[in-house]
C-alpha cells in the first residue's frame, strides 16, 4: 500500500505547473482515499511568526480548530517537541484536542524544512490503534517530499 502510494506522490509534486496549496491537497486526497485508516488528513503549518499552528491543505470534514497554540494538543505539542507523536487511543489523552467523536487515534509528523520544524502532517483515525512504524516511515517520506516545493 505505501509502496505504490510512494511514487503517486512523487508525480503529484511534480506538477510545477499547480501551485504547492494544490500540490498538498491532492495528497491528502490521496492518502485519505488510498489509506484506509486514514480518515482525515491535513497539513498544519506555523503561522507567520507566532507561535501558533494554521491549518493548510486537507481532506476530510471541515475542522473547528484551523488555528492552534503551540503546546496545545497534540499538534501543539509537536509544533515544540519536534518528534513524531503517535496516539494510539484519543481518550488516554489529557492534552488533546478532539476535532470528531470518531476520532479513536492520531499520527502527527513534523515537516522540517533546512532543519527547522515549520509545520506537520495530522492524520486521524477512526479504527483503534492502527498506526505503526511504517506509517512514520512514510509520513516522513512524505513530509521530505512536500518540503522540497515549499
Ligand atoms: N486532534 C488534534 C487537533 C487537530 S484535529 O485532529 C484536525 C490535536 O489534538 O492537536
Known amino acids: 500500500m505505501f509502496s505504490t502510494l510512494r511514487p503517486q506522490i512523487e508525480e503529484i509534486l511534480r506538477k510545477r505547473h499547480e501551485t504547492p496549496e494544490t500540490r498538498m491537497q491532492e495528497i491528502c486526497q490521496l492518502l485519505k482515499n488510498g489509506i484506509p ?3 482525515w488528513v491535513g497539513f498544519y503549518f506555523k503561522n507567520g511568526n507566532k507561535e501558533e499552528l494554521k491549518l493548510g ?11 492552534i497554540p503551540f503546546g496545545k494538543g497534540i499538534c501543539g505539542q ?9 496516539v494510539p487511543d484519543v481518550k488516554a489523552q489529557d492534552n488533546y484536542i ?6 479513536k487515534a492520531e499520527i502527527v509528523v513534523p515537516l522540517f524544512v533546512n532543519g ?3 509545520g ?20 516522513e517520506f512524505v513530509n ?3 518540503a522540497k516545493i515549499l
Request: hydrophobic residues 35%.
Open 78 to 86: 509537536v509544533a515544540l517537541s519536534n518528534e513524531n507523536f503517535v
Open 98 to 103: 478532539a476535532c470528531s467523536i470518531n476520532v
Open 144 to 146: 521530505k517530499q512536500v
Open 57 to 67: 491543505p486537507y481532506a476530510g470534514l471541515p475542522t473547528d480548530h484551523t488555528i
Open 116 to 118: 527547522e520544524n515549520i
Open 37 to 39: 485508516h486514514y480518515d
Open 120 to 139: 506537520q502532517i495530522d492524520i486521524d483515525s477512526n479504527t483503534p490503534d492502527p498506526f505503526n512504524k511504517d506509517d512514520e516511515d512514510f509520513l
